[in-house]
Nanobody
């Protein structure tokens, strides 16, 4: 049974920081590509960042230099450190993985950045 459970969202002022966590069961995170996506009100879900099995990371231009993805294989958890947050970062953030054919999503965690 695959489960992705996000936590760590909340309300923060512009310029602040948050760290999201994604606890994963049923997928070996050390050999899977793990992603974060986000969906703002009235907008489509968009890709934010990925970390590959080889620890390669990639970021959307909108978050590059401010967000950092990492993982703790022993805890089977993926993190998203978000710094210098902006109001336009307000969205529901989702953890995602597609180890083979099936897409797996978490339930999402709300991040709200006030100006």
């Amino acid at each position: 049974q695959v489960q992705l459970v996000e936590s760590g969202g909340g309300l923060v002022q512009a310029g602040g920081s948050l760290r999201l966590s994604c606890r994963v069961t049923g997928i070996v995170v050390s050999i899977a590509t793990m992603d974060w996506y986000r969906q703002a009100p009235g907008k489509e879900r968009e890709w934010v960042t990925s970390i590959s099995s080889g620890e390669r990371t990639s970021y959307a231009d909108s978050v590059s230099g401010r967000f950092t993805i990492s993982r703790d294989n022993a805890k089977s958890t993926v993190y998203l450190q978000m710094n210098s947050l902006k109001p336009e970062d307000t969205a529901v953030y989702y953890c995602h993985s597609q180890p083979r054919i099936t897409n797996y999503w978490g339930q999402g965690t709300q991040v709200t950045v006030s100006s």
